[in-house]
Nanobody, 125 residues
Framework: QVQLVESGGGAVQAGGSLRLSCAGSGRTFRWDTMGWFRQAPGKEREFVAAISWNGGKIYYADSAKGRFTISRENAKNTMYLQMNSLKSEDTAVYHC??????????????????WGQGTQVTVSS
């Protein structure tokens, strides 16, 4: 069974940090583009960041630039999202995704074939 499982979410105060992990199983994701998306209550799911198979190309949403860092360890079939200087507007369920997205399409949910169930991040002000 192919799975992506997120972990590392939680409740923090504004200005704090969290590190999310996305562990893949059932197949190797080392050749896939991987990304993070988030969905806040009452809002549509939105793109956060994406990383190419070898980490050579990275793409951030404007809201994440300068605060979030995406990375991956292909040997562990795992991707990460380091989130610093968190704000209340970062509160959302964070989902990881993997697939054959190109750099140009990596912002779009339709470009990904595999999705995790999500991990809740709550930032209090």
């Amino acid at each position: 069974q192919v799975q992506l499982v997120e972990s590392g979410g939680g409740a923090v105060q504004a200005g704090g940090s969290l590190r999310l992990s996305c562990a893949g199983s059932g197949r190797t994701f080392r050749w896939d583009t991987m990304g993070w998306f988030r969905q806040a209550p009452g809002k549509e799911r939105e793109f956060v960041a994406a990383i190419s198979w070898n980490g050579g190309k990275i793409y951030y949403a404007d809201s994440a630039k300068g605060r979030f860092t995406i990375s991956r360890e292909n040997a562990k079939n795992t991707m990460y999202l380091q989130m610093n200087s968190l704000k209340s507007e970062d509160t959302a369920v964070y989902h990881c995704a993997a697939g054959s997205a190109t750099y140009d399409s990596s912002r779009h949910q339709q470009a990904y074939e595999y999705w995790g169930q999500g991990t809740q991040v709550t930032v209090s002000s």
